[in-house]
């Protein structure tokens, strides 16, 4: 069964809209979880990692004001669109890891976001 | 700097087998991960490799060359359901243990 939750799965909103989505680790404590972005016919690009209690790192690029991430317990991790445009549209997904440097990430199904 | 490179696209036959290879650049290696994704859908844990050699799960078979930079995922007795996008992804230790991936190797599989 699914090991990571992410929810909602599919938003569509207003321009204007902040749209939170929230990612859970549902049998283990993930004291890292990570937050992608994928558009359509690309990869999976990273926007920032994660860590419980402590504040994200953005990748290059990601405006932090933006997409606000919250984790504040080891099982829960939120990131939060901020006043969403139209090119924040995108498939949005969170993945999960613990300390232990082998296992691998597992993904939440991921949230398709369409901002009109 | 890190780079991943993967084919685009590959297509092969129903019962076929098919070889998807990476080959990757990183400052640092803590294991390589292949996942799947049908599309629209997130990306499945297929396989994980650290050591050099061959793990192999049912039809799917992965190898690792670290000396080489080099993995390669192995599909066989192809069926309908593995069209889908394969993506290879390294962790790097020097990057904080993040997963980089590949840019993904879209199969088609016809019948």
């Known amino acids: 069964g699914a090991v990571v939750s992410q929810h909602p799965s599919r938003v569509i909103c207003k321009s204007g809209t902040s749209v939170k989505i929230e990612c859970r680790s549902l049998?283990?404590?993930?004291?890292?979880m990570f937050w992608y972005r994928q558009f359509p016919k690309q990869s999976l690009m990273l926007m920032a990692t994660s860590n419980e209690g402590s504040k994200a790192t953005y990748e290059q690029g990601v405006e932090k004001d933006k997409f606000l991430i919250n984790h504040a317990s080891l099982t829960l991790s939120t990131l939060t669109v901020t006043s969403a445009h139209p090119e924040d549209s995108s498939f949005y997904i969170c993945?999960?890891?613990?300390?232990?440097?082998?296992?691998?990430?597992?993904f939440g199904d991921g949230t398709r976001l369409s901002i009109l | 700097g890190q780079n991943i490179d993967q084919p685009t696209e590959m297509t092969a036959t129903e019962g076929a087998i098919v070889q998807i290879n990476c080959t990757y650049q990183t400052s640092g290696f803590n294991g390589l991960f292949w996942y799947q994704q049908h599309a629209g859908e997130a990306p499945t844990f297929l396989s994980y490799n650290v050591l050099d050699g061959l793990e192999e799960k049912g039809r799917f078979s992965s190898f690792l060359s670290r000396s080489k930079g080099y993995s390669y995922l192995l599909l066989k007795e192809l069926q309908m359901k593995d069209s889908a996008s394969y993506l290879c992804a390294v962790r790097d230790p020097a990057a904080g243990n993040k997963l980089t991936f590949g840019g993904g190797t879209r199969v088609l599989v016809k019948p």
């Open positions: 049998d283990f404590q993930a004291t890292t």
């Open positions: 993945s999960a890891g613990t300390a232990l440097g082998n296992q691998p990430q597992h």
